[in-house]
């Protein structure tokens, strides 16, 4: 296809996006050829890394066995508007409420007492609305009981934990993190 000028259109295209990459790349971005890596990692990329800590997790109560029987079943409505899908558990006080995209009700709700840590029935995710992140429950050993809890009444079983070992990225191999020798 041919513009105006007589030009191929995808070669104009090509042209236009060739300067746009020349005017993007940035001091310090990690390039390999024309790709960005900063693009295909990260928000960019649709996906978030979650965070391995929190400094909010002081607010948890204690993972007793009277705290965790107070999770709800995951298709508990909101409690304030009584949606039945797109709901938060929030891990301060066990209250069921709506997502952001729906009323806005667990945001309201820290908003309003300060509980930043909620627990997605949806996809069982964890998010700190203080830190405005996604946290790591498989990194985060205090996430784990209620996220437990929250798994064995959703599908029925435990979740499969992840093993603590760390890659080292430096050589390559798994290391334990108590590992004995």
């Known amino acids: 296809m041919s513009t105006a000028g007589g030009e191929d259109s995808s070669s104009s295209s090509r042209k236009g996006k060739e300067k ?3 005017n993007r790349r940035e001091e310090g971005a990690e390039w390999v050829g024309e790709v960005d890596l900063g693009e295909l990692y990260g928000a960019a990329a649709g996906w978030v890394e979650a ?7 002081g607010s948890l109560p204690p993972a007793d066995g009277a705290d965790l029987e107070r999770v709800p079943p995951p298709d508990s409505p909101c409690s304030r508007c009584h949606h039945p899908a797109e709901n938060w558990l929030c891990l301060i006080c066990k209250d069921v409420l709506c997502s952001r995209f729906v009323n806005k009700h667990m945001l309201c709700h820290y908003q309003e007492s300060g509980h930043c840590l909620a627990l997605s ?4 995710s964890v998010w700190c609305f203080a830190c405005d992140s996604y946290l790591d429950v498989q990194a985060i050993l205090e996430l784990r009981p209620v996220y ?4 064995l009444l959703k599908f029925g079983e435990r979740p499969p934990f992840r093993s603590l070992e760390v890659l080292d990225l430096s050589t390559g191999e798994n290391r334990s993190s108590s590992s004995g020798s």
């Not at 965070?51 to 997790?57: A, D, G, K, Y």
């Open 20 to 22: 746009e990459g020349e």
């Open 121 to 124: 029935f949806s996809d069982l």
């Open 51 to 57: 965070r391995t800590s929190c400094p909010h997790l």
């Open 148 to 151: 437990e809890v929250a798994h």
